[in-house]
C-alpha cells in the first residue's frame, strides 16, 4: 500500500533527480552520456524510495540527520560507480536526503 509519506518521497527525488541532471549538464559544458544522466536520476528516485520507506517518527534533528545519512549511503553507490570522481553530486545527494526526508515528514503529520 502506497502511503503519502512514500508517494512525497518519491516525487521529490524525481524532481531533485531532474536538478541534478540539469547540474551535471552544465558543470560538463552539456558533454556527459545520457545513461550517466539517467543513473544520477534514478539514484536520486531510490534514494525517494528508501527514505519514504515507514521508519519509526524522529525529532527534527534526527530525522534530518537520518535524511543525510540515508541519502550519504544511497548517493555512495553512484560516487562510487563514477570512480569517485563526481563529489559534487555525491554532497547534493546528501543534501537531497535531507530534503526529501523533510518534505516527506511534513507530509505525513498534515
Known amino acids: 500500500m502506497m502511503t503519502k509519506r512514500i508517494n512525497v518521497a518519491l ?5 531533485l533527480g531532474v536538478f541534478c541532471i540539469v547540474g551535471a549538464l552544465v558543470r560538463s559544458g552539456f558533454q556527459v552520456e545520457y545513461y550517466l544522466l539517467f543513473s544520477l ?4 528516485l531510490l ?14 534533528p534526527k ?3 537520518r535524511g543525510a545519512v540515508l541519502g550519504l549511503i544511497v548517493s ?5 560507480a563514477t570512480g569517485f570522481s563526481d563529489v559534487v553530486s555525491f554532497l547534493a545527494g546528501i543534501v537531497y536526503g535531507v530534503i526529501i526526508e523533510y518534505l516527506a515528514d511534513r507530509t505525513e503529520r498534515v
Open 11 to 15: 516525487l521529490a527525488g524525481a524532481v
Open 41 to 44: 536520476w534514478y539514484n536520486r
Open 47 to 60: 534514494m525517494g524510495l528508501v527514505i519514504g520507506l515507514p521508519w519509526p517518527r524522529l525529532g527534527m
Open 63 to 65: 530525522l534530518l540527520a
Open 76 to 80: 555512495f553507490a553512484f560516487y562510487s
